[in-house]
Structures are given as C-alpha cells and as structure tokens.
T-cell receptor, first 120, second 116 residues
Framework: GAVVSQHPSWVICKSGTSVKIECRSL??????MFWYRQFPKQSLMLMAT?????????EQGVEKDKFLINHASLTLSTLTVTSAHPEDSSFYIC????????????????FGPGTRLTVL | AQTVTQSQPEMSVQEAETVTLSCTYD???????LFWYKQPPSRQMILVIR??????QNATENRFSVNFQKAAKSFSLKISDSQLGDTAMYFC?????????????FGTGTRLQVTL
C-alpha cells in the first residue's frame, strides 16, 4: 500500500518549452502532496506544498509563475515547468500524505520515484 | 526556521561492520519528529527509521538504531552488520509536530559506501 507514482520518469526538452510532471497516489487519497527538487549530489529542497482543491503554497525563492502546481483531485498533482531553461534541469520528486494512516500528528510522507528533467 | 546539519559528506564501512552517521538540528520547538531516509542509486526515497521527540527511548528497526540526544539536538544513525545493499545516500530530516501535513526539512546527506 501507499504507493506514489510519477510520470514521466525522465524527460528531455528544448529550452523555452513547457514540461508537465504528474504525481499520483495509486492506492490512497492524498489531501496533501509535496514537490521537491534535487540537484546532483545535493539534498531535497521543498518547492511547494499542494493541497487538493486549493492553491499551492510555495517556498521562499520558488517562482510560482514558472513552476505551476495543480492538485485537481485527491490522487493527482501536476508540476508544470514553464518556459524551461537549462538551469531548470534537475531531479523532481513528489511525495504524498495518506490521511487515513495519520496517528496523532504523525502522517508519513510516501515518495514517488522521481522525474529527471534535462533541458537542452 | 529549522535547520538540519549532516557534517559527514561521505562515509565508508566494510561489510558486517558498524557505522554511525551524525546529524544535528536546530529548533525552538519542543515536540517534533526526526527521520532517517535512505536514497539508493535508484533515487527512490525510503524511510529507515523515525523518532518522536517526546519519547526518551531510542528507536530501533532491525539493524538500524538511533542515538537521540534531545538536549544536544543530536540524532545519529547506527547501522549494524552493514550490508552491500546499505550503500546509499542517507538524509536526516525534521518534521514539526504541529499539523499532520507539515513539511520535512532535510539535511545535506551522507553518502555511505559499504565495501567488501
């Protein structure tokens, strides 16, 4: 149980184009999903917190107009990198909470396998 | 804001030996959670172990155990009987106690290499 998938697993695009990455919770409903970015040999940096049916909350320094997040259903959140440039090349990881597994204030985050974006 | 520090960028251990990975953190909160995550070459994040700050007893999970020193804000991971499959990046992470959907703050990671 508690499986999170991402699609695509890798994508190569030309500079200036937009790329959409999907994050799905396969066997649970996720009211909250998180989007992370990981540069090579570095840690995960939270980009935004996505709540179903409402606007995402972006971390300081993350351009909300460049990284569009939509959480239209309880099982799907999408991250769209608009007008991608080579500096946007990175590994993008999503995670999701399963409210049904919450114990008190603890609610484990389940991570997707990540998407490698390369912008030429 | 919380910060998590891992001072060991790389560690190496021989198979069957024991290794300890260090983590310190800074917070003004009294109740929180601490985690160790493993990221193998596949890049899939895997939860290794979790510690609730209000619990004095150190968490254990098979070959993995932690040394949680709340006053010192230290949270080290001990891996016993190291196996080749333990080779991975290990991230220490902090989560606030307030709100079930609160975010994780990760440390910079320690790359562990298990050798024959």
């Amino acid at each position: 149980g508690a499986v999170v998938s991402q699609h695509p697993s890798w994508v190569i695009c030309k500079s200036g184009t937009s790329v959409k990455i999907e994050c799905r919770s396969l066997d649970f409903q996720a009211t909250t999903m998180f989007w992370y970015r990981q540069f090579p040999k570095q840690s995960l940096m939270l980009m935004a917190t996505s709540n179903e049916g409402s606007k995402a909350t972006y971390e300081q320094g993350v351009e909300k107009d460049k990284f569009l997040i939509n959480h239209a259903s309880l099982t799907l959140s999408t991250l769209t990198v608009t007008s991608a440039h080579p500096e946007d090349s990175s590994f993008y990881i999503c995670s999701a909470n399963d409210p049904g597994l919450a114990v008190g204030a603890y609610n484990e985050q389940f991570f997707g396998p990540g998407t490698r974006l390369t912008v030429l | 804001a919380q910060t998590v520090t891992q001072s060991q960028p790389e560690m190496s251990v021989q198979e069957a030996e024991t290794v300890t990975l260090s983590c310190t953190y800074d917070t003004s909160e009294n109740n929180y959670y601490l985690f160790w995550y493993k990221q193998p070459p596949s890049r899939q994040m895997i939860l290794v172990i979790r510690q609730e700050a209000y619990k004095q007893q150190n968490a254990t999970e098979n070959r993995f155990s932690v040394n949680f020193q709340k006053a010192a804000k230290s949270f080290s991971l001990k891996i016993s009987d190291s196996q080749l499959g333990d080779t991975a990046m290990y991230f220490c992470a902090f989560k606030s106690y307030t709100g079930t959907a609160s975010k994780l703050t990760f440390g910079t990671g320690t790359r562990l290499q298990v050798t024959l």
